[in-house]
């Protein structure tokens, strides 16, 4: 055995698309501790709910993150019109499952790419980010805006999407389906990828419950849990939904299962354009959130579950919003994985828990 | 499981059509509903400013008395929230993006004002208004007196 040496890792670092900052307690090549450290880009948007108001903060907490920016949206949305009670139509739940399942498919795209491409397979980096585009067109025919939607307002949404342009919108994601499988062909069946992530940081069943992950990281882990399971708006008219699980609990599982969920968000939408109301898009809710009224909601992002509470004090700014976003849970889980590991290893792990830094701090 | 799976694939797009396109020589199609900068119809604009109290980043500013209307584009975020609110539908948003500069300078747009002509035109036809209500009171007037 070695001397305890300590490698500073990242805030910034190639693999790391965000600032997230490890010291990593190595002896020879082997990681025995990791201490994480956060709060490079702190921004402190829960604080502006004092003064943008309720309309206006869809906006900033759309901006909390660049890939998850509609979820965020949407679970705001939902959280204000939960506080106040206001009835959404069927048609505009759909749309935003519809443009939620879009952006998840998009982000599990990208983070494939920032996988394949932490493990050195540049051509395959190229490849995830071509089909992403895809989406983002799709975003910015249907919404005008390519990251940054501004689709939901309180009420219901922004823009109604034409019967014949969601069929078109199918028949793209089916024709995306044909080329997506060749390349997960070569995530799932590729030698040089599953050298590199076969076994290594694994987690087991029990570690990931009592460590409380989410998302993608513990489904991995055989963790059967999807806030999509519990039905809310377009979700609950899903005819079956079974959260895809895995468990093998390594880097190589949660590949995978991120693998199996965008064909599962390709399947969603198709089945839920097949039976799309028509009750009207919604529109502004003209009420103001009355004193001392919570309300809390959860929400499947990309990266796993993410809650919202909000309080109201009677005017129409709110008096708290709060969000604990799926990085923060999912830290310490990837802290456990990455104890025992290899230092060479270490990119791959960080990258498939999907940190998101910019969420996580806000 | 073997190697080289992506094989297919990488061929194809070396002799395919490059996926990207050489910004700025080219660019691509902007889709109709893009938003990319607001517009406003200013014959149509009452400068109410509601569009302004509405703006979450401050980037429009309405001055009645002055009658002008200005939009700070490196404010704006293009949400589209002004819009919406407009109650006359004299903003739009055009799927143009903003042009780079190398100052931030807020773009402004002057509600024309009423020529002399017009103004009398429109003073005279108030006045005729008036006449006309005038005299219609004084027929009504009359009437009464009559049936009385």
Known sequence: MGKATVIPFGPQHPVLPEPLHLDLVVEDERVIEVIPQIGFIHRGLEKLVEKRDIHQFIYVAERICGICSFGHSLGYAETVED?????????????????????????HLLWMGLGADAFGFEALFMHCWRLRERILDIFEATTGGRVILSAVNIGGVNRDIEDSELYAIVDKLEGIRGEYHEICNAFVNDYSVASRLVGVGYLSQEEAEALCMVGPFARASNVAYDCRMLGRGGYGDLENFQPILSDEGDCYARVKVRAAEVEQSIDIIKELVSKIPHDGIGEKSKLTPADGAMASNVLEQPRGECYYFARGNGTKNLDRMRMRTPTSQNLAGMVKALEGCELADVPNIILTIDPCISCCER | MGSFKLGKMTLRSLFGKPETV????????????????????????????????????????????????????????????????????????????????????????????PSEEELAAKAAEREARIAAAKAAKAAREAAKEQDA
Not at chain 2, 47 to 62: F, S
Request: hydrophobic share 30%; glycine share 6%.
């Open chain 1, 83 to 107: 506080l106040m009670g206001v009835e959404v139509p069927k048609r505009a739940q759909y749309l935003r499952v519809i443009w939620h399942e879009l952006s998840r498919i998009h982000s």
């Open chain 2, 22 to 113: 050489l910004y700025p020589v080219q660019t691509r199609p902007m889709p109709e509903g893009l938003k990319g900068h607001v517009s406003n119809n200013i014959e149509e604009c009452i400068l109410c400013g509601i569009c302004q109290k509405r703006c979450p980043t401050e980037a429009i500013t309405v001055d009645k008395k002055a009658g002008t209307w200005s939009v700070d584009g490196f404010r704006c975020i293009q949400c589209g929230a002004c819009v919406r609110e407009c109650p006359k539908h004299s903003l739009t948003m055009e799927p143009t993006y903003t042009a780079p500069a190398a100052t931030k300078t807020a773009f402004t747009m002057n509600k024309p004002q």
